[in-house]
């Protein structure tokens, strides 16, 4: 999949694990996944509005700032990859083939509705009461209690809020 991350649009893309087999299953390696994003967004200059890691997926709404979004997110899944496979057995491969789902955030509304699709996502699967009780996802931040451990979120770019009025 060619992914056209241009600099300044916002994206929403989710990648899923081989087979969607629940390789994301544990604490232990949603820490680790945790931690690769939070590492992986200041070296390739991205903006992280919302994220979620749950046990066969990852959601990711986000602005790159510059350079090539395709190649960041190969790092990314590759650096998680190196990270998660030896504690998985049975699975010679992390990653779902293809390039997942990537999609452009054209409006403010599709930007909160996406924002909101990504949060409730625990909470749907059965995995949390409160978006807020996942702490593999951006809605703590979001909602007044920072971790050092997650990635730093960021408010939508300007040019997004600034079409509210001419909707």
């Known amino acids: 999949m060619k992914r056209r991350g241009?600099?300044?649009?916002?994206?929403?893309?989710?990648?899923?694990c081989a087979q969607r087999k629940r390789l994301l299953a544990t604490p232990q390696i949603r820490d680790l996944v945790t931690s690769r994003l939070r590492e992986w967004i200041e070296p390739h200059d991205i903006a992280v509005h919302a994220w979620v890691v749950l046990s066969n997926h990852i959601h990711l709404l986000l602005t790159p700032r510059s350079g090539d979004l395709g190649r960041a997110l190969a790092v990314l899944k590759k650096d998680i990859?190196?990270?998660?496979?030896?504690?998985?057995?049975?699975?010679?491969?992390?990653?779902?083939?293809?390039?997942?789902y990537d999609r452009e955030i054209w409006s403010h509304q599709h930007f909160w509705k996406t924002f909101h699709y990504i949060h409730q996502n625990p909470c749907v699967a059965g995995l949390a009461k409160l978006p807020s009780d996942?702490?593999?996802?951006?809605?703590?931040?979001?909602?007044?209690?920072?971790?050092?451990h997650a990635p730093r979120v960021e408010p939508p770019p300007d040019w997004l809020i600034d079409l509210v009025g001419t909707i």
Do not use: K
Request: hydrophobic share 40%; glycine share 10%; aromatic share 16%.
């Open 134 to 148: 996942w702490r593999w996802s951006s809605a703590t931040e979001w909602f007044g209690r920072p971790r050092e």
């Open 6 to 16: 241009s600099p300044g649009v916002v994206r929403f893309v989710t990648f899923s």
């Open 81 to 100: 990859a190196i990270e998660v496979l030896p504690h998985l057995r049975d699975s010679p491969r992390l990653w779902q083939a293809g390039g997942g």
